[in-house]
Nanobody, 122 residues
Framework: QVQLVQSGGGLVQAGGSLRLSCAASGTIFSINAMGWYRQAPGKQRELVATITSDGSTYYADSVKGRFTISRDNAKNTVYLQMNSLKREDTAVYYC????????????????WGRGTQVTVSS
């Protein structure tokens, strides 16, 4: 059974920083892309950032230059460093991972964390 366990988040003032972590555990052969999404109240879930297994990154325009995604492959963990936070960054943040359960490409599955609240106050 594969699980993604998130940590970090909380309440911070505008301009502040937070770091989110997401660790994958269970029967894992390898992990392909990992990413962070967020969902604000009354809005659809949106992509924040992704990172491939070789470290290539993608960021939504709204977070470029402020957020940094990284991963530790040895720990099966992805991080999201969030700096210069704005009120509009307030949302529940979810991590995701595309995980190969065996050597077979057909074993790939997408997993999600349970979400963590990030609240930015003015």
């Amino acid at each position: 059974q594969v699980q993604l366990v998130q940590s970090g988040g909380g309440l911070v003032q505008a301009g502040g920083s937070l770091r989110l972590s997401c660790a994958a555990s269970g029967t894992i052969f390898s992990i392909n892309a990992m990413g962070w999404y967020r969902q604000a109240p009354g809005k659809q879930r949106e992509l924040v950032a992704t990172i491939t297994s070789d470290g290539s990154t993608y960021y939504a325009d709204s977070v470029k230059g402020r957020f940094t995604i990284s991963r530790d492959n040895a720990k099966n963990t992805v991080y999201l460093q969030m700096n210069s936070l704005k009120r509009e960054d307030t949302a529940v943040y979810y991590c995701s991972a595309n995980i190969l359960l065996t050597y077979s490409r057909t074993s790939i599955r997408e997993y999600w964390g349970r979400g963590t609240q990030v609240t930015v106050s003015s």
